[in-house]
C-alpha cells in the first residue's frame, strides 16, 4: 500500500506535507497489527498522522506515546455532549490538554452550534470542524459555491 501511495504522490506531483492520513483510535492501539512501522515510514514522505475517533476506544497512554503521530481528533460524540454532563467538559479538556502537552494538535469534530465552538476556543481547541460552518460537499458542489 506505501508503495502505491508514494508512487501517487509522485505521478499527481502533490506535496506530501499537504496530505495527513487519519487512522482511527482502535486500529492505531490495536498491538497486533504493525501500525507504528507504517506510520513512520508514511511520516518519512512528509504525510502528517492522525489519530481519528479519539476518546471512543481503549487508548493506552504508552501505545500513544509510542505513535508516530501529529493530531488528535476528539470524536463527535464528545462535542455532541459538551453540555450534557460536566464529567463530559472534563474529558473534552483532558483530551485537548493531553493533545497540547504532547505537542500534538488536536481536532475536534462535529460541532453544530455556536456554542459548541465558542467552548472549544476557549479551550484552545487547533481546528474545529461541523456542520456549524459547512455540510460536506461533492466536488462539483464545491466548485460551484467557492
Given at each position: 500500500m506505501l508503495i502505491?501511495?508514494?508512487?501517487?504522490?509522485l505521478n499527481n506531483k502533490i506535496d506530501p506535507r499537504l496530505l495527513e492520513i487519519e487512522v482511527t483510535e482502535s486500529?492505531?492501539?490495536n498491538v497486533n497489527v504493525d501500525v507504528s512501522s507504517r506510520l513512520i515510514e508514511m511520516k518519512k514522505?512528509?504525510?502528517?498522522?492522525a489519530i481519528d475517533d479519539f476518546g471512543t476506544g481503549?487508548?493506552?497512554?504508552?501505545?500513544?506515546?509510542?505513535?508516530?503521530?501529529?493530531?488528535?481528533?476528539?470524536?463527535?460524540?464528545?462535542v455532541d455532549d459538551i453540555f450534557g454532563s460536566e464529567k463530559n467538559r472534563a474529558v473534552i479538556n483532558s483530551i485537548i490538554d493531553l493533545a497540547k502537552?504532547?505537542?500534538?494538535?488536536?481536532v475536534a469534530e462535529g460541532?453544530?452550534?455556536k456554542e459548541q465552538v465558542d467552548f472549544l476556543k476557549a479551550k484552545q481547541c487547533d481546528y474545529i470542524q461541523g456542520y456549524?460552518?459547512?455540510?460536506?460537499?461533492?466536488a462539483k458542489e464545491l466548485n460551484e459555491h467557492f
Open positions: 502505491k501511495m508514494k508512487q501517487a504522490i486500529i492505531a492501539m514522505i512528509g504525510m502528517s498522522v481503549y487508548s493506552s497512554l504508552s501505545r500513544l506515546h509510542e505513535l508516530p503521530i501529529d493530531v488528535l481528533k476528539i470524536d463527535k460524540k464528545f502537552n504532547l505537542n500534538l494538535k488536536i460541532a453544530e452550534i456549524y460552518y459547512y455540510k460536506p460537499l461533492t
